[in-house]
């Protein structure tokens, strides 16, 4: 009963946008309620950095005399240096106009059980109510992701001298790890107000909250997929802090490359 009842409410949006006599609804609920039972996890894209199977993403590096000989200043100088590079260049990659929107690799794909839905409601003539929910949750997440700045650079600027020698000798994600720990939560409640307001200004976003809560509650919505905000806010954290993540890698690459005789110095040393 409920998959025929509480199916994203596109019906009834098909219904109020005056479409009922070109479709059978009855038919159109059946369809998109096997989409929404069909609709799994499986993003576009994998926001998650993965470890490296190679001696960098052992997580812990060999000690070389060479570490061994810089003080605690120079590690924490350079660890600084190569962090407050990673933030800059995350920010500036996704945090403008079409950094997220206009990128294939970037881009916030619609939650999995509303992207099925999309292909029928273009068949209804409102793919244009999919479209626009699309651009608004992409530049909500281009929005927010200025905001996180200050927060990031606070993190760097607080690190103590253990954090700074157990993230060098950590691995390929140890900087990251450390921005999760320290600033996610904190980022979570600055990102949703800005999100929030740009999904209010679509009402595909609020009937999607409606069903899909309801369908949560039954297993054929992922919890963290069944409100758009909280969805829109974890997928722009995630890209963050995988563009950091890419970033640290790099660094770690080739030092030299970064052009800093500081970051080169240090990250050299764990050769």
């Keep these: 009963m409920f998959k025929h ?3 994203l409410g596109v019906a009834v949006l098909l219904s109020s946008a005056g479409v009922a006599g070109a479709f059978n609804l ?12 069909q609709a799994q996890p499986n993003m576009a894209q994998q926001t998650a950095p993965q470890a490296d199977s190679g001696a960098m993403g052992q997580g812990v590096f060999t ?21 407050s590079r990673g933030v800059d260049t995350a920010v500036s990659t996704l945090g403008r106009a079409n950094g997220v929107y206009g990128s294939p690799k970037w881009r916030i794909p619609l939650p999995p059980a509303l992207d099925k839905a999309s292909s ?9 109510r999919a479209d626009a929910l699309d651009l608004a949750i992409n530049r909500a997440a281009e929005a927010a992701v200025p905001e996180a700045k200050t927060l990031l650079v606070n993190a760097v600027k607080s690190m103590s001298i253990a954090d700074a020698k ?7 994600e140890a900087a990251t790890a450390y921005f999760k720990r320290k600033t996610e939560a904190p980022l979570t409640q600055k990102f949703l107000p800005i999100v929030r307001q740009a999904t209010a200004q679509v009402g595909l976003a609020q ?16 919890a963290d997929q069944s409100n758009i905000d909280s969805y829109v806010t974890q997928q722009a954290l995630d ?8 970033e640290e890698k790099a660094i770690r690459s080739d030092p030299v490359g970064t052009g800093s005789a500081l970051i080169g110095k240090v990250f050299g040393a764990l050769r």
């Design 26 to 37: 009855g038919d159109l609920q059946n369809q998109l309620g096997g989409a929404l039972q």
């Design 63 to 83: 000690r070389t005399p060479a570490l061994a000989a810089l003080s605690s200043s120079e590690v924490g100088q350079g660890l600084k240096a190569a962090l």
């Design 239 to 246: 890209r963050l802090y995988q563009a950091i993540g890419e």
């Design 5 to 7: 009842k509480h199916v």
């Design 166 to 172: 157990g993230i060098l000798t950590g691995g390929n």
């Design 207 to 222: 009937t999607y909250d409606h069903y899909a809560g309801q369908a949560a509650q039954f297993g054929l919505v992922k």
């Design 120 to 128: 029928l409601m273009r068949m209804a003539g409102m793919g244009s």
